[in-house]
């Protein structure tokens, strides 16, 4: 059977009150949606939280999921999205308009090519290796922009195709790529600032 | 950015074309272009090594293992049905304190003995070692045992079976007075349970949602981390903030939701 049907057949048994049904769903995607509320909002007492809510979310709409409109994880994804969303707004919605007022990429931008160029000769791949590494880029990614934060945790982290992402945030898929590829260039930069400083 | 064409390929175009150049969907001759313009371009080349370097840091970060007892919280949270398999973690006499506990010593272990050699350094190998030597000290010091008497010990066989005797006695009082312990707490998780009913089933909502046909999650259309979305929103570091690799330093300070959830539920 196929990953759709026996989330469909899950969903259908859970709608009727089979509560190891449900277990399964919890079973099968707590991981993912952890990861992503952990990337997201960068510790685990909060990516618990609202993993939980997530599943709250979804226990009490899962009769509204409709399999003929979309993959059960774009469904799941859209929900954790939005309580994302809710949480940003209440924990740090102040300070959206700070990161405005800086618009940092300008800056990054006059750096001089000199030095980007110079930046670059850094082996990602192999520092990755380290725990530490992990770290700083967990942080670096803390230090994005909630949309394209968001956009690279689904793209690179969670491996989900441009459209389906684009169906989760509800903007157009030339918008998703234009975050990712923002999101991507902005933590490498962060990244390579970092690395400087360090070195 | 200038829009200055080169191969064949404009810069606002090049850029819109990065993602499908770096998964390999480029037609030949589009790559061909592509390529040229990232090799001349002191503006495109650079964009492109940075999207592709932050895209190689991101897919090498590894996925984290959630908390033991967070399915435990979620299903207690959702249908009320804890666990409807069979778990050799949690039969019963686990509580949600010793898994906290637990988890704490997981990640310290994890952490102190790194260099270890890699089977030791497993989580559940150390717990399993330090829940030994726990219990093991505790039955010592429950049934009277101290350090320093071990110094005077009476090693005559008859002297070891008198003592052996009386600890076993000891032993499985303390063991009595456990057990009266766990039988008092599920009787009152079991009244909580029935006073506080768990969520109502999925299909008890469905009457309320009637005129819901989306398929979509219950939702405000078009949610933004921003009230006033028009404007674009970069990258937020502030001027001259580097990230230092210190975790507690740089970790975004999100106060807790204030939602019903329970992570330390009972
Ligand atoms: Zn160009």
Redesign the interface.
């Given at each position: 059977m196929e990953e759709a049907q026996v989330v469909g057949l899950l969903v259908r048994r859970?709608?009727?009150?089979d509560?190891?049904a449900?277990?399964e769903i919890?079973?099968r995607y707590?991981?993912r949606i952890?990861?992503v509320c952990?990337?997201f909002?960068?510790?685990?007492?909060?990516?618990?939280?609202?993993?939980?809510?997530v599943?709250?979310?979804?226990?009490?709409?899962?009769?509204?999921?409709?399999a003929?409109?979309?993959a059960f994880m774009t469904?799941v994804t859209?929900?954790t999205?939005?309580l994302l969303?809710?949480?940003?707004?209440?924990?740090?919605?102040d300070?959206?308009t700070?990161?405005?007022d800086?618009?940092?990429?300008e800056?990054?931008d006059a750096q001089p090519?000199s030095e980007?160029?110079a930046d670059?000769a850094?082996p990602?791949?192999a520092a990755?290796?380290s725990r530490?590494?992990?770290?700083?880029?967990?942080?670096?990614?803390?230090?994005?922009?909630?949309?394209?934060r968001e956009a690279?945790i689904l793209r690179?982290?969670q491996d989900m195709d441009?459209r389906e992402i684009a169906t989760a945030l509800?903007v157009p898929e030339?918008t998703v790529?234009?975050r990712?590829?923002?999101?991507?260039?902005?933590?490498?930069?962060?990244?390579?600032?970092?690395y400087r400083?360090?070195m | 950015m200038p829009d200055e064409i080169k191969h064949g390929v404009e810069c606002t175009e090049f850029e819109a074309l990065v993602s499908d150049a770096l998964e390999g969907r480029l037609s030949p001759a589009r790559k061909e272009s592509f390529e040229a313009h990232r090799r001349v371009c002191g503006v495109c080349g650079p964009l492109f090594a940075d999207v592709q370097a932050g895209q190689q840091w991101l897919r090498a970060l590894e996925q984290v293992e959630p908390p033991a007892h967070l399915v435990h919280n979620i299903l207690a949270a959702t249908s009320g049905v804890v666990s409807t398999r069979p778990q050799v973690a949690r039969d019963g006499r686990t509580t949600p304190f010793g898994e906290r506990l637990r988890e704490r010593w997981d990640s310290f272990s994890a952490s102190f003995f790194r260099p270890v050699a890699a089977f030791v350094r497993q989580p559940r190998f150390v717990m399993s070692f330090g829940m030994i030597f726990f219990s093991f000290s505790l039955a010592l010091s429950a049934a009277g045992v101290k350090p320093k008497d071990l110094a005077k010990v009476d090693l005559r066989p008859s002297a070891l079976r008198h003592a052996y005797n009386d600890t076993q006695i000891r032993i499985v009082k303390y063991y009595d007075n456990i057990r009266f312990v766990y039988e008092i707490e599920s009787k009152v998780r079991e009244l909580k349970r029935a006073n506080t009913p768990a969520e109502p089933g999925p299909q008890e909502q469905k009457e309320n949602r009637k005129n819901n046909t989306s398929g979509q999650p219950d939702q405000r259309q078009d949610r933004n981390y921003s009230q006033e979305y028009n404007q674009p929103v970069l990258a937020a570091l502030r001027a001259g903030a580097p990230i230092t690799p210190v975790l507690h330093n740089g970790v975004v300070d999100a106060s807790p939701a204030a939602v019903t959830t329970n992570r330390r539920f009972v």
């Amino acid at each position: 059977m196929e990953e759709a049907q026996v989330v469909g057949l899950l969903v259908r048994r859970c709608v009727g009150g089979d509560a190891a049904a449900w277990e399964e769903i919890v079973q099968r995607y707590h991981r993912r949606i952890y990861n992503v509320c952990y990337r997201f909002a960068g510790d685990s007492d909060n990516a618990q939280d609202l993993t939980q809510e997530v599943f709250i979310k979804m226990y009490r709409t899962l009769s509204t999921y409709d399999a003929g409109k979309g993959a059960f994880m774009t469904w799941v994804t859209t929900i954790t999205r939005n309580l994302l969303v809710d949480h940003f707004r209440k924990s740090k919605g102040d300070r959206i308009t700070d990161s405005l007022d800086s618009a940092p990429s300008e800056r990054e931008d006059a750096q001089p090519l000199s030095e980007q160029i110079a930046d670059r000769a850094l082996p990602p791949d192999a520092a990755v290796q380290s725990r530490e590494t992990g770290e700083m880029v967990h942080l670096a990614l803390q230090k994005l922009s909630p949309e394209l934060r968001e956009a690279v945790i689904l793209r690179d982290l969670q491996d989900m195709d441009y459209r389906e992402i684009a169906t989760a945030l509800r903007v157009p898929e030339g918008t998703v790529k234009s975050r990712i590829n923002r999101g991507r260039a902005e933590l490498a930069r962060l990244l390579q600032r970092t690395y400087r400083q360090v070195m | 950015m200038p829009d200055e064409i080169k191969h064949g390929v404009e810069c606002t175009e090049f850029e819109a074309l990065v993602s499908d150049a770096l998964e390999g969907r480029l037609s030949p001759a589009r790559k061909e272009s592509f390529e040229a313009h990232r090799r001349v371009c002191g503006v495109c080349g650079p964009l492109f090594a940075d999207v592709q370097a932050g895209q190689q840091w991101l897919r090498a970060l590894e996925q984290v293992e959630p908390p033991a007892h967070l399915v435990h919280n979620i299903l207690a949270a959702t249908s009320g049905v804890v666990s409807t398999r069979p778990q050799v973690a949690r039969d019963g006499r686990t509580t949600p304190f010793g898994e906290r506990l637990r988890e704490r010593w997981d990640s310290f272990s994890a952490s102190f003995f790194r260099p270890v050699a890699a089977f030791v350094r497993q989580p559940r190998f150390v717990m399993s070692f330090g829940m030994i030597f726990f219990s093991f000290s505790l039955a010592l010091s429950a049934a009277g045992v101290k350090p320093k008497d071990l110094a005077k010990v009476d090693l005559r066989p008859s002297a070891l079976r008198h003592a052996y005797n009386d600890t076993q006695i000891r032993i499985v009082k303390y063991y009595d007075n456990i057990r009266f312990v766990y039988e008092i707490e599920s009787k009152v998780r079991e009244l909580k349970r029935a006073n506080t009913p768990a969520e109502p089933g999925p299909q008890e909502q469905k009457e309320n949602r009637k005129n819901n046909t989306s398929g979509q999650p219950d939702q405000r259309q078009d949610r933004n981390y921003s009230q006033e979305y028009n404007q674009p929103v970069l990258a937020a570091l502030r001027a001259g903030a580097p990230i230092t690799p210190v975790l507690h330093n740089g970790v975004v300070d999100a106060s807790p939701a204030a939602v019903t959830t329970n992570r330390r539920f009972v």
